[in-house]
C-alpha cells in the first residue's frame, strides 16, 4: 500500500450526477476517501478488493440496475456490504437486496447523519469480516498439513471422542492416537482442546468427512 493509498473505500454507483456529487462532498467531509461511479459496469471495472469499504448502491438505474449489480457480484464471489439508496423505494425490492446480503436499504432523501453512521458500520463489518475470511484460510492451510490419519483422529477427538474410543473406531492403539493428537495440536498451534474444538468449527471439520 501506498503512503497516500486510503485505508478504507466508499464505493458510490448512481446515474444521477447531482446525487453522486452531493453524497462525495458530504462523505469526503468526514476524511473517508469516496469513489462515485455513473453505472454498474463502471464499477465492476475499478472495483478494488484489496481495500476494505462498503459500496452505496442506487436500487433504479439503466442497462444493468442495482439488484442485478448485487447479483453479478455474487456471481463474482465479490463480498463487500451494500447500503442501498432508492428515490422509489418499494418493499419487493428491500426485501430482494436484503435477502441477497444487504446491510441497509435507505429511502432518498435520507438523513445525513443516519448515512454517515451506516456507512461507518458497514465498514467496520467489512473490515472485521476480511480479518476472519484471513484467520480461516491460515487454520485451513494448517489443516492441509496434517496428514490423512491425523485428520480422522481430529474428527474424532473434536466431536467428544476419547482417545480410547477414537483408538476402537480407528481400530489402532490409543498410545498411537495420544501421538497423533499431539502432532494434531501443534501443527493446528492449539494450546488445548477448547481450542482446538473452536479451531475445527472455523473450519467446519466437525460433522465433516475429510477425505
Request: aromatic share 6%; with cysteine.
Amino acid at each position: 500500500m501506498t503512503q497516500n493509498e486510503p485505508l478504507t473505500l466508499v464505493y458510490l454507483v448512481d446515474d444521477e450526477f447531482a446525487v453522486r456529487d452531493s453524497l462525495t462532498l458530504l462523505i469526503e467531509s468526514t476524511g473517508q476517501s469516496i469513489k462515485s461511479f455513473d453505472s454498474a459496469d463502471a464499477f465492476l471495472e475499478n472495483y478494488n478488493a484489496t481495500l476494505p469499504g462498503c459500496l452505496l448502491l442506487d436500487v433504479r438505474m439503466p442497462i444493468m440496475d442495482g439488484l442485478e449489480l448485487q447479483e453479478e457480484l455474487t456471481k463474482r464471489n465479490i463480498s463487500i456490504p451494500i447500503i442501498f439508496i432508492s428515490g422509489n423505494a418499494n418493499i419487493p425490492d428491500s426485501a430482494k437486496a436484503f435477502r441477497a446480503g444487504a446491510v441497509d436499504f435507505l429511502e432518498k432523501p435520507f438523513d445525513s447523519v443516519v448515512l454517515l453512521e451506516r456507512i461507518a458500520e458497514a465498514i467496520k463489518k467489512d473490515i472485521e469480516c476480511r480479518r476472519k475470511r484471513v484467520e480461516k484460510r491460515k487454520l485451513q492451510d494448517r489443516l492441509n498439513y496434517l496428514t490423512e490419519r491425523e485428520k480422522e483422529v481430529l474428527c474424532l477427538i473434536v466431536s467428544s471422542y476419547s482417545n480410547k474410543e477414537a483408538a476402537r473406531v480407528l481400530d489402532i492403539s490409543k498410545r498411537t492416537i495420544d501421538i497423533h493428537r499431539a502432532h494434531i495440536m501443534e501443527k493446528m498451534q492449539a494450546e488445548n482442546l477448547a481450542e482446538l474444538v473452536m479451531m475445527a468449527m472455523q473450519c467446519e471439520v466437525i460433522g465433516r468427512n475429510l477425505h
